[in-house]
């Protein structure tokens, strides 16, 4: 288990593996990496950042990355693969899952939602971009790069 501090100054646990919290997640994370480059999307307000956000009423957390996914980035996902999960503790306690996937499509003009669409960036321009969201700040960020990089061969091949 990984525990730190995020940026807004809550305490969160960050672990490898699904259901490890005893509390249901609700909420979800897409970290992709394809051809080399990671997917992003700029949030109107927050800056750019992973995809994700929340399971709608009667969707599982599956169905909720692969929506998040493409309302977000015009990118449809398929082989989703949940491998962390993390619990953050704050004035409204949530527990996020996060997932990677393969790119089986990208739509040419998609409508967005909240963000601004898909940005492709390697790991240089990424770690050189100067307009990240908060959530993109923090340590648990990094460790969760590293476990996509770790296992993108096998995940991709």
């Not at 005893?22 to 909420?27: Q, S, V």
């Not at 989703?80 to 949530?94: G, L, R």
């Not at 898909?118 to 993109?136: K, Q």
Request: aromatic fraction near 10%.
């Amino acid at each position: 288990m990984f525990i730190f501090t995020d940026e807004q100054g809550g305490r969160v646990e960050l672990t490898f593996g699904p259901n490890r919290f005893g509390m249901p997640a609700r909420h979800v994370l897409l970290i992709l990496k394809h051809s080399g480059k990671w997917l992003l999307t700029a949030h109107r307000t927050r800056g750019i950042e992973f995809p994700g956000g929340k399971a709608e009423e009667g969707e599982s957390i599956q169905e909720a990355v692969v929506r998040e996914a493409f309302e977000e980035t015009g990118v449809i996902i398929t082989n989703v693969k949940q491998f962390a999960e993390y619990v953050v503790e704050s004035d409204s306690t949530f527990c996020k899952a996060v997932f990677t996937g393969k790119v089986a499509s990208i739509e040419e003009n998609p409508t967005l939602h909240e963000t601004k669409g898909a940005i492709w960036l390697t790991d240089e321009a990424l770690n050189a971009c100067d307009t990240l969201s908060f959530h993109m700040k923090d340590t648990g960020m990094e460790e969760l790069r590293k476990w996509v990089i770790a296992n993108e061969r096998e995940w991709n091949d």
